[in-house]
């Protein structure tokens, strides 16, 4: 009887022969070394299928061949939310906590205290919120309080009230802002910080990893973080850490103008949010080791390795793309845990993950997935974009410029990817190169992070 290998989504119990599965390849810089293939262990084709409208996410991985030569590869996992936008929003219970330093004075804090009138202003009696400010040490402007029309006026009046002095404890904010938003008076939906700052930690918590991980135990509490860098002096490292790890987003302001816009966008996503609290757990084989995720902190303890995900908006479509080493069959098992905003249920999903060893780098590259390819591609052009940034750090614009020049002859020469997906990445890189020709060094850099970080989710 011919064997037929199948594929498995999380979302969805029908089997797949193999002739429809997707497995694709990443070409490196330097040569054109194909990535493997991924798939996924088939489940009871008895089990009905359940529907993205009961709000479960779906969740695939593959390689990106289906043969693979034992080595590095790619493997891309997927997390889809259902594209099942609700009817009724959930609550939020949202916790502004802006850098008010010495350093602020002036346009910044003026454009951060009306980027927090604005969220106050959209916010209604299903929500609560609270204002924090922060500088050597924090104040709470306003205490967490349903969003009523006289709690807003008088939050308007505290936030006019606002002035800059001091040092910067980010910890300060994160701990006050998080203190607040336990007692919030909302039951289930959403609670977010957002955290501004305009410069490097320099009292309270200021070593990277001791803030990443109170960021991560604030996460822990179901309080996601989103961070917001504005200027030109605050660590974009540490900020997009802080993002990452507390299951949040992470934007640059390069003007604080522009603070109410972001604002806005992330109170947006926030009504549409299906699913918060993600985290990816894999389960290395004995013949797997996980070597790093793109754009992503990678959490190990003990022999389990955990990668937290932002939370999700209906419709929305997540890429983490792990580099695996492979030496057997056996991949990994990858379990997706979240909790179901609706109704505060927390769920789960399973793949597990294998391939097929071979010794021939041709049937590796017969078995390319174009369409994985792509994705994967995405992440690697996050990590030239990061490399490039660190090149002009050290090397100047020119060096950087030459890294990018690189890759995108690479992507010329392995002839793979599509003509859609090429010109996403040539624009993403074409706007660094022309920061990078056109910006101070500082701002340069900041921009090409942010880029970054948006190629990479």
């Not at 967490?144 to 300060?172: E, F, L, V, Y």
């Not at 802002?177 to 309270?204: F, H």
């Not at 100047?396 to 010109?423: C, F, S, W, Y």
Request: aromatic share 4%; proline share 4%; glycine share 6%.
């Amino acid at each position: 009887m011919k064997k037929i290998r199948v594929t498995f989504d999380a979302s969805d119990h029908r089997m797949l022969p193999a002739h429809h599965i997707r497995t694709s390849v990443a070409l490196g810089a330097a040569s054109a070394t194909v990535i493997a293939a991924l798939l996924l262990h088939p489940r009871s084709p008895s089990c009905p299928p359940p529907t993205l409208s009961q709000s479960e996410l779906s969740l695939s991985a593959r390689l990106v061949s289906d043969h693979v030569v034992a080595g590095e590869q790619d493997l891309v996992v997927t997390i889809k939310a259902p594209d099942d936008r609700a009817t009724h929003r959930p609550p939020l219970s949202v916790a502004v906590v802006i850098d008010r330093s010495g350093s602020m004075s002036g346009d910044p804090l003026t454009n951060a205290k009306a980027a927090a009138d604005r969220l106050v202003d959209m916010l209604d009696e299903r929500d609560a919120f609270t204002i924090i400010a922060y500088s050597s040490t924090d104040e709470i402007i306003t205490g967490i309080t349903r969003a009523t029309p006289d709690a807003k006026q008088r939050a308007h009046t505290a936030i006019a009230n606002i002035w800059a002095h001091g040092g910067t404890c980010i910890s300060c904010g994160i701990n006050e802002g998080a203190n607040e938003l336990m007692k919030t008076p909302i039951a289930g939906g959403l609670s977010r910080m957002v955290l501004i700052s305009d410069g490097q930690a320099n009292e309270g918590i200021y070593n990277r990893d001791d803030l990443a991980q109170l960021a991560a135990n604030t996460a822990a509490h179901g309080v996601s973080l989103s961070a917001v860098g504005v200027g030109l002096d605050f660590d974009e490292m540490t900020m997009m850490r802080l993002a990452r790890v507390g299951h949040g987003n992470y934007y640059y302001a390069e003007n604080t103008r522009t603070l109410g816009d972001m604002f806005a966008q992330e109170l947006g996503g926030l009504t549409q949010t299906v699913a918060a609290d993600l985290r990816l757990d894999i389960k290395e084989s004995a013949t797997t080791h996980v070597v790093d995720a793109y754009g992503y902190p990678l959490l190990r303890e003990g022999g389990a390795i955990t990668v937290p995900v932002a939370d999700l908006r209906a419709g929305e479509v997540r890429k983490v793309v792990l580099r695996v080493m492979v030496t057997g069959n056996d991949v990994a098992a990858l379990d997706l845990g979240w909790r179901r905003v609706s109704d505060g249920a927390h769920r789960d999903s399973q793949a597990i993950v294998a391939t097929t060893l071979t010794t021939d780098p041709l049937e590796q590259a017969r078995t390319i997935d174009r369409v994985t390819l792509q994705e994967a591609e995405a992440a690697h052009s996050a990590r030239i974009v990061e490399e490039a940034a660190r090149t002009y750090e050290t090397q100047g614009a020119d060096a950087a410029q030459q890294v990018l020049e690189r890759h995108m002859a690479d992507l010329d020469k392995n002839g793979m990817i599509d003509a859609p997906t090429k010109a996403k990445l040539e624009d993403a890189e074409g706007k660094v190169r022309m920061d990078f020709a056109k910006k101070p060094a500082p701002a340069a850099t900041k921009s090409a992070r942010a880029a970054a970080y948006e190629l990479a989710q």
